[in-house]
């Protein structure tokens, strides 16, 4: 099995950055793509930016240029690099991963909030 935590949420102003991380730990040797998602209140959980276990990123277009997925696999961690934080960016993030490419696996989430 594979755990994953969060870490890094927190008050933030808009305009700010904030730079999440998610260890993971357990059977890593599993894992291919990882990802973050954000659910805000009353709103479905989505896809903010993924990349794959050899580096390749995609990101939604609203997120395209302000928000950086990357991970470090020997260190087994994954980080998101959030600037130009807006009052919307407000949700609770969550950290992914892709086991043996049959399933994924969700951390706990780290809330961020970002006040104008």
């Known amino acids: 099995q594979v755990q994953l935590v969060e870490s890094g949420g927190g008050l933030v102003q808009a305009g700010g950055s904030l730079r999440l991380s998610c260890a993971a730990t357990g059977n890593i040797n599993s894992i291919g793509a990882m990802a973050w998602y954000r659910q805000a209140p009353g709103k479905q959980r989505e896809l903010v930016a993924i990349i794959s276990s050899g580096g390749n990123t995609n990101y939604p277009d609203p997120w395209k240029g302000r928000f950086t997925i990357s991970r470090v696999n020997a260190k087994n961690t994954l980080w998101l690099q959030m600037n130009s934080l807006e009052v919307a960016d407000t949700a609770v993030y969550y950290c992914?991963?892709?086991?043996?490419?049959?399933?994924?696996?969700w951390g706990q989430g780290t809330q961020v909030t970002v006040s104008s």
């Open positions: 992914a991963a892709e086991i043996k490419g049959v399933h994924w696996t």
